[in-house]
């Protein structure tokens, strides 16, 4: 990494740094902490205020229930193992407080209320358990133990008990805290507005911002749904696209209303319809606050506006899993862009179109529950350490030939 | 319906009953434009509307608003009474948008859920009581200082027997009248500004004011005085006391920046009643939902009530603090604008070919003229107003640690400080999902405004999207099962096939 000393102390003080990251979304806060905690060097920027993209838009749900076996599967699981063990150093580095992120390991259920999706559902959870996912088949009946309120109309239900949530704006700024303890430095409201590349007219060597120009000796997009402009900007196009979700939240509701976060498995019959223009599955989970978050719809682009067809699908679709919900006021709704890919998997590591660009992107419904292993990954590989998961399904390459 | 014509008039969705939708509602109606007027109280003529109570033989009987009148003998406006609108969107074509209702008492259940098509909607939502947090303001017996008034005005109820009103504007005088004449003690009225200012520009008051205004400002004065109520400027409650509900304040002297002067704080006891006012902030939500542009707290507007968004007009306390008159001159020019421009469209459409015109009757321009001249002396009044009546910043020296900052959810200023500070939480909508400010039963109509302005000073600087926590996509709360609808299924959003949730 060759640093000019002339572009030195652009940014109000900020000199150069080893790496700097574009976002502060839960992504670039999980591949920030990772660096920082390898000694790097690390400049988070924001062009927005802190954690307050896609990040403050969603649920916090870590899942392997939904996933197929595949390298998907084995990023979740990898992630959802490292999740509670980050959280624990946190807790160790900064404090209880300041690393408070409403954890909780409550296990997701997955339940069918017809036949044919019954048996997909079994069938399916049989494969994930060949690839080491903890999935207990249910006996019928016995998912009213779990669930009180659940509708008796339940043909099939499957319990993960490895599936958790937490809550996602927490999450980030607490790993971003470890940042700033360990000398990393964050700036929001500046904009990364491209790279400068050295003698070769490849490598980076520094970025251009809003406020001037940082050199440094790589630039991580996580940028989130944005990733697509951002690795355009800079030269090496990659297919991000976002996909609207919208989520209602109810007034909060006795504790043990709603006990796991439960949802459909209609799913299974229909995996990867991306390019739909709308899709709606009931997802039903309470918070610590006791209000109950319903999920999700997604329709294709950038488009916020809201739509009462689907916020009737929504509610229609958790009234269906618990009918005590029909009783409860909705507060609220909020929707955000999940950042996305056309093969459904994220992308992590160097380009090699452009060294010392690096992706943590495409997250897309699941960017909160893949962040953990996520950042790891990303800082094994910038350091050179082998790393924990294979990380060839994520590279940045593989979309080379894509026309987009 | 005038003229022969098969298609009917464009209709006009105005929200809000009280005077500047009343007025709009009136103004399109009498050019020929369907209207449905939607609120959701169930008379006619908005907060204002709740003033003219009378006691007969002890009975207290509420007289009809003048406007309420005007309203029911206009054929063309149906008032939709007891009806929130509690989301907007766009469509089905451009100018045109969907208003979501639903009628019935708020509790009730299985109210039915309704859509309007509008070809031009008119916001008149109005504005609430601003509140800013002091120790001890969650304790019973604090109140809004317009809850106050409409108690003793609506129900002939005083809130306590021993009140004192503290807050800044020139409603806190009626405000503290109203509770002397339902047999209220009323210890103090403390104005934390320094309303001398107002004189600074007598010139501007009588003439945008009227001199209505002055007369009636000297009224509320006289009747104070003969009620003995002590009434003290640059000063204020900074503290309520009490184990279950207020028995007791503390009334500090300000200095400009309404920051306690040291040693001046007294203490008052026994008081049952705190009412609190510190002006108004507009109720945005179905501003900023329409995507309306909203500056320095207020829906932005042009010369006639048209708001960024085309066929979105905006009138009365959603674009400035005027008083009923301002608002109503607003509400009327918003009906008039609205028509005028429906009229064009439909010109235009005719031209293509499609639609033909539909018994409209634009206004003249000189009545425009007019109505905008009216209207510009309005909120020339509210600019003084505004400007006599300023809140500034020394309130966040009346805080202490543990004091909330939102009550719904119990954070205390303390919490919010490490939010900001701490985590590094610099605009609210991470900011509340950080702390839990705002995300209460009230979603931030009390605390968003004051959360703002307390992160600004942490930081040093203006939040990014101070306007985060005024938007509420679902402006009120629906029970699910209504969102829902009958439970067959019918109108399912799609025949896709539902997909998995967030795992990926
Ligand atoms: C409705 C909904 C529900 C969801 N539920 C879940 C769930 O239950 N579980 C789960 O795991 N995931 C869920 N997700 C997905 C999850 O929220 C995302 O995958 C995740 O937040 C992506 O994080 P990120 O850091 O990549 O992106 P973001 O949080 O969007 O962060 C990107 C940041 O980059 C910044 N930025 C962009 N461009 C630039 C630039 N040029 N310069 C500077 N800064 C820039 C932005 O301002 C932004 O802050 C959900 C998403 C939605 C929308
Ligand atoms: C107690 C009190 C006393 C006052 N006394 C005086 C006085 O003496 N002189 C004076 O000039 N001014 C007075 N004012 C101020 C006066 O009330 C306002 O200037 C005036 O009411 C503003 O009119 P508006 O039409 O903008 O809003 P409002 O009168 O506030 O009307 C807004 C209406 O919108 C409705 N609404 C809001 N959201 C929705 C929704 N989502 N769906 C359906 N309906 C909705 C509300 O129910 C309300 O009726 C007083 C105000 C109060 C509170």
């Known amino acids: 990494m060759r640093v000019l000393r002339k572009e030195r102390e652009y940014i109000n003080g900020a000199a150069d740094a080893d790496v700097v990251v574009v976002g502060s979304g839960i992504v670039g806060a999980a591949c920030a902490e990772s660096l920082t905690r390898r000694g790097a060097q690390v400049l988070v920027l924001d062009r927005g205020p802190l954690a307050a993209g896609t990040t403050a838009c969603g649920e916090g749900n870590l899942l392997v229930s939904g996933r197929a076996p595949g390298p998907g599967l084995a990023l979740a699981q990898a992630s959802l193992r490292r999740w509670p063990r980050l959280l624990a150093a946190l ?68 319990h993960y008990p490895e599936d958790a949530q937490l809550q996602p704006v927490l999450a980030a700024t607490s790993l971003l805290a470890a940042v700033r303890a360990r000398g990393g430095r964050i700036r929001t409201d500046v904009e990364v507005t491209g790279v400068e590349t050295g003698r070769d007219g490849q490598r980076i060597v520094g970025v251009r911002t809003s406020e001037g120009r940082v050199p440094c000796g790589a630039v991580v997009n ?17 297919p991000v696209l976002p996909r609207q979700g919208t989520v209602l939240v109810t007034a909060p509701l006795p504790h043990g209303t709603v006990r796991h976060k439960v949802y459909d498995a209609g799913y299974v019959r229909a995996v990867g319809n991306a390019d739909a223009a709308l899709q709606v599955a009931a997802v039903v989970e309470a918070t610590q606050a006791g209000t109950v978050l319903i999920g999700s719809s997604r329709r294709a682009g950038f488009d916020a506006t809201l739509r009462a067809d689907v916020l009737r699908a929504l509610a229609r679709g958790a009234a269906r899993l618990f009918p005590v919900l029909g009783g409860v006021p909705v507060m609220r709704a909020y929707g955000g862009f999940r950042p996305y890919t056309p093969d459904h998997l994220p992308v992590v590591g160097e380009d090699p179109r452009r060294p010392g660009l690096w992706h943590a992107t495409g997250h897309e419904g699941a960017g909160i529950g893949l ?34 | 319906m005038s003229g022969p014509s098969l298609i009917p008039s464009p209709l006009v969705v105005v929200v809000g009953a009280g005077p500047a939708g009343s007025r709009a509602a009136l103004s399109a109606a009498r050019c020929g434009a369907r209207v449905v007027l939607v609120d959701s109280s169930e008379r006619v003529g908005g907060r204002y509307g709740r003033r003219p109570a009378a006691v007969t033989d002890g009975e207290v009987t509420s007289v009809t608003h003048p406007l309420e009148v005007a309203v029911a003998v206009q054929h063309r406006i149906e008032h939709l009474a007891g009806a929130t609108v509690w989301a907007l969107e766009p469509g089905p074509a451009p100018g045109r948008h969907l208003v979501h209702l639903q009628q019935g008492p708020a509790d009730d259940r299985g109210r039915p859920v309704r859509t309007l098509t509008a070809d031009a909607l008119v916001l008149c939502t109005g504005a609430f009581d601003r509140t800013l947090p002091f120790p001890g303001w969650e304790l019973p017996g604090v109140v809004t200082a317009g809850a106050a008034q409409a108690l003793a005005e609506g129900q002939r109820t005083a809130v306590g027997a021993r009140a004192v009103v503290s807050g ?26 320094n309303p001398a200012r107002w004189l600074r520009s007598p010139a501007a008051a009588l003439r945008d004011g009227g001199p209505g205004r002055l007369a009636e400002l000297g009224s509320y004065a006289a009747g104070l005085a003969r009620g003995r109520v002590p009434y003290r400027t640059r000063h204020a409650v900074v503290a309520a006391h009490g184990r279950d509900r207020v028995e007791a304040v503390t009334v500090a002297r300000l200095d400009a920046g309404w920051h306690p002067v040291p040693g001046s704080e007294q203490r008052l006891a026994p008081v049952d009643a705190v009412c609190v006012g510190y002006g108004f902030t507009p109720q945005l939500e179905l501003p900023l939902a329409a995507g309306c542009a909203v500056r320095d707290g207020h829906v932005v507007i042009d010369g006639r009530q048209a708001t960024t968004v085309p066929g979105v007009y905006a009138a009365g306390e959603l674009t400035g603090i005027a008083g009923a008159p301002a608002a109503a001159a607003e509400g009327e020019l918003a009906g008039l604008s609205a028509v005028a421009d429906l009229a064009e469209r439909q010109w235009v459409a005719a031209a293509g070919g499609t639609a033909p015109g539909a018994g409209l009757t634009p206004p003249p321009p000189a009545r425009l003229a007019a109505v905008a001249a009216r209207v510009r002396s309005g909120q020339r009044f509210g600019q003084a107003l505004a400007r006599a009546h300023p809140v500034p910043g020394g309130w966040r020296g009346w805080l202490r640690e543990d004091t909330l900052v939102c009550r719904c959810e119990e954070v205390s200023y303390g919490e919010l400080r490490d939010a900001v500070v701490a985590r590094g939480a610099d605009g609210m909508r991470a900011l509340k999902l950080a702390c839990r400010a705002g995300l209460g039963a009230c979603q931030g109509r009390v605390c968003g405004r004051n959360t703002a302005e307390l992160a600004a000073a942490f930081l040093g600087a203006p939040v990014a999207d101070p306007h985060a926590m005024d938007r509420r996509p679902l402006a009120h709360p629906v029970r699910l099962g209504d969102l829902a609808g009958p439970p067959d299924g019918a109108g399912d959003v799609t025949s896709d096939p539902p997909v998995s949730p967030d795992t990926r």
């Open chain 1, 371 to 404: 962040a953990a292993a996520t950042g790891e990954l990303l800082a094994e590989l910038w350091a050179g350490e082998p790393p924990h998961v294979d990380p060839e399904p994520f590279r940045a390459g593989r979309f080379a030939s894509a026309a987009f």
């Open chain 2, 168 to 193: 800044t504007g020139p409603f806190l005088l009626p405000v503290a009248l109203s509770l002397l004449d339902v047999g209220a003690h009323v210890l103090g009225v403390y104005e934390a500004g």
């Open chain 1, 91 to 158: 807790r160790e580095e900064l404090g209880p407080g300041r690393a408070e992120c409403e954890y909780e390991a409550k296990g997701g259920l997955v339940v069918a209320t017809d036949d044919p999706s019954g048996i997909a559902l079994r069938a399916f959870a049989a494969a994930q358990r060949a690839a080491g996912v903890d999935a207990r088949e249910l006996a019928q009946g016995e998912a009213a133990a779990y669930e009180p309120h659940l509708t008796p109309g339940v043909r099939a239900a499957v």
């Open chain 1, 222 to 238: 996580a940028c989130g749904p944005w990733a697509g402009q951002f690795a355009a900007a800079a030269g090496a196009p990659l």
